[in-house]
């Protein structure tokens, strides 16, 4: 498609439910990123993948959060036992490189609240 | 490690009335790309420009420029003639070449006024 989607756009979850939220990237782009955006408006990076591999995923908390980008299927991040801190709007982007000229597009973000 | 400064958490300006929004940022990095991303309520992230560091000329779009000052390293956004629906969040945002992930500003939050 020609613009990054994601499912769903709310997601409400009681503390220690699992969340699992879906990104499907334009079509053509190799690269996927996370991001999370707190209350605060601060967005923190989670996670990339070049194609189906992880490409940098520094930013992840890997004792609850996990993501996969499988081929043929939109990419999904899960959060295992969500806590009352997930609560953001989470936000996918796609680009076709990291190299020269770069742009993200992003999503819609899916909005998680935690409660 | 690289960090994106925006130190105006809000603006106002009056429709029409041109306004600049500051951004600064701290890398060793000589290969970067810098970007301002507007929010509005809705929450979609919408990109407004890009300036590549390599180029010394400032980039335009339309009523959006930048002032760019790679020495200072300083990217700040001027809108001209603004219009009601320029209300959003403003985001600065800064790219290592090669890297992958967006550094984010804190954001600006601007308000037109008719």
């Known amino acids: 498609g020609e613009e990054v989607a994601q499912t769903p756009k709310h997601l409400v979850r009681g503390e220690g439910q699992k969340a699992k939220l879906y990104c499907a990237p334009i079509?053509?782009?190799?690269?996927v990123f996370w991001y999370q955006q707190v209350l605060k408006n601060e967005f923190k990076f989670l996670i990339s993948f070049q194609n189906e591999n992880v490409f940098d995923e520094t930013g992840m908390p890997k004792e609850r959060f996990s993501a996969k980008c499988l081929p043929n299927s939109p990419c999904s991040l899960e959060i295992q036992a969500t806590k009352l801190e997930d609560s953001a709007v989470y936000f996918c982007?796609?680009?076709?490189?990291?190299?020269?000229?770069?742009?993200?597009?992003f999503g819609p973000g899916t909005r998680l609240t935690v409660t | 490690a690289q960090t994106v400064t925006q130190s105006q958490p809000e603006m106002s300006v009056q429709e029409a009335e041109t306004v600049t929004l500051s951004c600064t940022y701290d890398?060793?990095?000589?290969?970067?790309?810098l970007f301002w991303y507007k929010q509005p309520p809705s929450r979609q992230m919408i990109l407004v420009i890009r300036?590549?560091?390599?180029?010394?000329q400032n980039a335009t779009e339309n009523r959006f420029s930048v002032n760019f000052q790679k020495a200072a390293k300083s990217f700040s956004l001027k809108i001209s003639d603004s219009q009601l629906g320029d209300t959003a969040m403003y985001f600065c945002a800064f790219f290592v070449y090669n890297t992958d992930k967006l550094i984010f500003g804190t954001g600006t939050r601007l308000q037109v006024f008719p």
């Open positions: 982007a796609s680009s076709q490189s990291t190299l020269g000229p770069h742009e993200q597009y």
């Open positions: 079509k053509g782009h190799s690269y």
């Open positions: 890398t060793s990095e000589n290969n970067y790309y």
């Open positions: 300036q590549e560091a390599y180029k010394q």
